[in-house]
């Protein structure tokens, strides 16, 4: 890739940010002449924004809001006062009888799909019968679950009747699991017996038996398969999800206030008790449907699909194509069994028109040769996402050449914070190397100095300046809001300080440069550890890398760099001078590494987020088992030879 990809006129002309950019003109007598002034005047003008986003869209309340924002202020913002609505009814605006709602592919390759009316059907059966239990709006219903349509039908039918939704990763182990739910006292909890990853099943009953023993507030408990061996504590009714999907019943959704909670989501909890973030029906209603409609150009002709655990953001916005009459497919197990060729060819089986991963799968792939043009017939395919960590910019020229030159490759960042996106791809906006499309319209996303002056084309700490609807409403059992002011606006009061070093480019795009708090401070400069990973993994003996700066008070810094070599790859001193000519070179002098370290893993959160916190914290001393929650990491495995490696190095 050798120059911006420009998007071809059948992509821009005929995408849905043009037409809304037209519609604006139209109906609003707003004329831009590109998206940058769009953009300004969405992040400008906050009430008028929203207000056409919900007009275009045509969302429906039986009551008019008497405002779009009450107060310009966070935290605090009120939104859309006086609205009903609910997010189960506005995906129920899309049902039809000719086409699948739900794709899912288990990773043995078995494809089964679930229609718009069948699922309709399952919802209101499901709504129903928890209706029957008791259950009202506000209650809590929570999920142990993987990646399946049934999860999907168990989320709509929770939301219809205006309960809390919670979810967690069936390969999270109890205790973690009890970390979250304990802090909501969910009164129903849905539950699978196991799941099956990397060719193996993986049977998960002791932890539901520890699930439904340690959560004292349960009454109801829904069972999605045989799980026979297991006998509930006496006061926890059993059901089967299969008989309660198919009571007949008409679909009739609990219409909310705009700011009526629709889900808890948490931090990843790898440092700490795990934040019980709570978005609501509107706000999160309102969000997805710009992102996926406009920023992601979908519409009820694609086939959508985000590679990713239950246990992920990312999961609910892929649940999010829902709400523009998209067809959702879900790859449950592992990406890379029977070998890395298995999501390519999901896209072709399912007919996606729209796919993402996370940065490190797309990294993966390019390390090992993948050729996905040559794996499957990726015709259909217009748009490819990526999240997570940045995208690396060799990565994005993999892409253009193994892929298809045409393709749409729109890199995103946000967040489970206010499950969205602050960056995001655009279909009329030409795709450089290493970067971002732009800012994304209602988002207005800063980059400030350490003085906290918005920045141009210099690194700075990610802010948002100016509410979003989908912000948290406010973090549970917070009673003061203090813990939410302190994760968000304590630094900058008023601003939302996101936690990214991101620099904003002179042509509108982005570029995150890494976590803030893993800053790599050496001499007085301050860099982003992306910039570190790129140099080091573009050596082909590199297969991941991570790097932590220790700064002691009073005495030098020391920067060390762990490696995963690739499969008979050695860490040598022509490896390692190597690497250290390519950081100085590409990055500076000052940020050589002390140390090089050959490592048999790099630690990853479930959200696929290296682990540069964690790691830096135990080398400075603090015990692992109070930074770092195994269950809340993709790989717990390698946390001992870390902590092997920290004692070692404290004891010098």
Known sequence: ???????????????????????????????????????????????????????????????????????????????????????????????????????????????????????????????????DMGVHPGDRVVGYLPNTPQTVVAFLAAASVGAVWSLCAPDMGAATVLDRFRQIDPKVIFTASGYEFGGRWYDRTDEVKALLSGLDSLIHWISMDDAAPVVPPQQIRRHDFSALITDEADFEPELVAFDHPLWVVYSSGTTGSPKP??????????????????????????????????????????????????????????????????????????GLTAFGAGAAWFTGCMKAGIVPREIADLSRLRMLGSTGSPLPPEA????????????????????????????????????????????????????????????????????????????????????DGSRLHDSYFSTYPGVWRHGDWVKITPEGGAIIYGRSDATINRHGIRMGTADIYRVVEDCAEVADSLVVDLEYLGQASCMILFLRLTEGSELDEALKDRIIAGLKQNVSPRHVPDRIVAAPDIPYTLTGKKMEVPIKKRLLGQPMDKVATPDAMANPGCLDWYDAYARTHLDQ
């Open 396 to 479: 994005y020229t993999w892409v253009y050449d193994t892929v298809r030159p045409d393709i749409w490759l729109a890199p995103i960042a946000g967040g489970t914070d206010f499950a969205g996106a602050f960056l995001a791809g655009n279909p009329m906006l030409p795709v450089r190397v290493g970067e971002m499309q732009c800012r994304a319209l209602g988002a207005k996303v800063e980059a400030y100095d350490e003085a906290g002056n918005p920045v141009i084309d210099d690194v700075g700490e990610l802010v948002c300046t100016m509410p979003m609807p989908s912000m948290p409403l406010f973090l549970w059992g917070d009673t």
């Open 277 to 350: 973030i709570v978005h609501g029906h509107g706000g999160v209603v309102l969000e997805h449907l710009k992102l996926l409609g406009l920023h992601s150009d979908l519409g009820p002709d694609d086939v959508f699909s985000w590679f990713t655990s239950t246990g992920w953001i990312m999961w609910n916005a892929q649940v999010g194509g829902l709400l523009v009459g998209a067809t959702i497919a879900l790859a449950e197990g592992s990406p890379n069994v029977p070998d890395m060729g298995r999501l390519w060819r999901f896209i072709d089986d399912a």
């Open 1 to 131: 890739m050798s120059a911006d990809w420009v998007p071809p006129a059948a992509l821009s002309d005929n995408s849905r940010m043009a037409a809304f950019m037209a519609w604006l003109a139209q109906a609003r007598g707003l004329n831009f002449d590109d998206y940058a002034q769009m953009w300004t005047w969405s992040t400008e003008e906050p009430e008028a924004f929203w207000q056409a986003l919900w007009d275009w869209f045509e969302l429906r309340s039986p009551t008019p809001h008497s405002a779009v924002l009450v107060r310009r202020e966070m935290p605090g913002a009120e939104w859309f006062p006086g609205a009903r609505l609910n997010y189960a009814a506005q995906v129920m605006r899309h049902v039809r009888p000719d086409r699948a709602a739900i794709i899912h592919q288990a990773e043995d390759g078995t494809t089964t799909e679930l229609n718009w009316q069948q699922m309709q059907a399952q919802v209101a059966g499901l709504a129903s019968a928890l209706r």
